[in-house]
């Protein structure tokens, strides 16, 4: 989902999240029982970031707030995906 806004996706990161919710993965970082403080964001983000991790493979667009919206966004699409049952 991440990926898929990082990408301006936003369409079919809810459809990914609709169908993870219906088979029963995760959508949401508390289903993954990650609490995302400002330092674990920061890490998260630097870490997606450095130089050779895959994300280089998404190309040079990336930034850190780039990377960090769509962290939030995506847990928020979640969320959102959740309270609809």
């Known amino acids: ?46 870490k997606t970031l450095e130089q050779g991790s895959i994300s280089w493979n998404l190309g040079p667009h990336l930034t850190p707030e780039l990377v960090r919206e769509a962290v939030l966004q995506a847990d928020k699409l979640g969320a959102a995906c959740l309270q609809a049952e």
């Not at 289903?31 to 964001?41: A, F, I, R, S, Y």
């Open 1 to 46: 989902m991440v990926q898929l806004l990082c990408e301006g996706n936003k369409a079919e990161a809810r459809r990914v999240a609709e169908f993870n919710k219906h088979v029963g993965l995760p959508v949401t970082l508390s289903q993954l029982h990650v609490t995302l403080t400002e330092p674990k964001l920061e890490l998260l983000v630097s």
